[in-house]
């Protein structure tokens, strides 16, 4: 029969667990009745997790900057912080691009944020929907946006492109 735990090695199996919590990568799974914000680009109508979206901004301004790099929009400011922004819609294959007058979703896990035409509003996942890449609601499909791969891709193409200006 084992003894029981010290107070000490309690505290120290919490604390141990409690940081491990923290040291694991964040499950990118969809859980059933997840909160989304949808959202309109390139005409169409999008949801993405609130978990992934750190900032919401309906009236941004962003600089445009030229650069080798597809859906690159330029750079915009965010909690005193400069970030660049990237065109959804184009990162997409949408038709069209975001308006002039964009709102900017940004990233939770990278300082980086996407143009989008319009914020709709906040809709609840069904628990129990069978395909995790449609929402529906309202009797309306929603693609559901990841941002994260999104964002690998971004870096990808812009490593490429940083080695292509070097030759």
């Known amino acids: 029969m084992s003894q029981p ?60 900057v030229a650069a080798a790099v597809r859906g690159f929009a330029g750079f915009a400011v965010a909690a005193g912080h400069v970030t660049p922004v990237y065109d959804l819609a184009v990162l997409l ?37 069978a395909d995790e890449a449609i929402v529906l609601t309202e009797g309306t499909a929603i693609r559901l946006v990841a941002l994260d791969p999104l964002i690998r891709r971004i870096e990808a193409e812009t490593r490429a492109a940083a080695r292509r200006s070097r030759r």
């Open 5 to 64: 735990l010290s107070y000490e090695a309690r505290v120290r199996r919490l604390r141990d667990e409690f940081d491990r919590g923290f040291a694991e990568a964040a499950r990118p799974e969809l859980v059933a009745g997840e909160m989304l914000l949808w959202i309109m680009a390139g005409g169409e109508r999008l949801a993405i997790p609130l978990r992934e979206i750190a900032i919401v901004s309906a009236a941004a301004t962003v600089t445009p």
């Open 93 to 129: 294959d949408l038709p069209g691009s975001t308006a002039e007058q964009p709102s900017l979703i940004f990233a939770a896990a990278d300082q980086i944020a996407f143009a989008v035409g319009a914020i709709g509003g906040q809709v609840l996942r069904a628990a129990g929907a």
